[in-house]
């Protein structure tokens, strides 16, 4: 094998060792409730930008129906590693309401989805709105 096969098997090989180590990519640092929805602020805690995320925003003491999360999602994104951001969604309906956060999947700049499991989960916040006074 040449000298520029071995090389790019070597890559090949420490990128998907690189995924493979699967810690979650993103820490959720904190969470507050508003009157009109939600902040949630996160770190990227990979080593690639990540391009794409997705939470579970699901009602606390909510039976597990779609018609009870919130779509909390960012598209189109660029979150660089080591920094920490906030984003922002609305309440369903505009009533706020207890929330359960958690990452349900994210894409990296290299485009590879990494989702949490069982033997490698991420930490949930939980959101209570703020009282009125």
Request: proline share 8%; with cysteine.
């Amino acid at each position: 094998m040449s000298k520029g096969g071995q090389l790019a098997v070597a890559v090949a090989f420490f990128v998907s060792l690189a995924h493979a180590i699967g810690t979650c990519p993103v820490t959720l640092v904190s969470g507050t409730g508003d009157v009109d929805g939600i902040s949630i602020t996160f770190r990227n805690a990979g080593k690639l930008p990540i391009r794409r995320l997705e939470f579970n925003c699901t009602l606390v003491r909510a039976q597990a129906h779609k018609s009870q999360s919130i779509p909390c999602r960012e598209e189109n994104a660029l979150f660089f590693p080591g920094t920490e951001y906030t984003v922002k969604y609305p309440y369903r309906e505009g009533t706020p309401r207890p929330i359960l956060v958690s990452l349900k999947s994210a894409t990296s700049a290299d485009g590879y989805v990494w989702k949490p499991s069982k033997r490698l989960p991420c930490r949930s916040l939980k959101i209570h709105p703020r009282k009125t006074k």
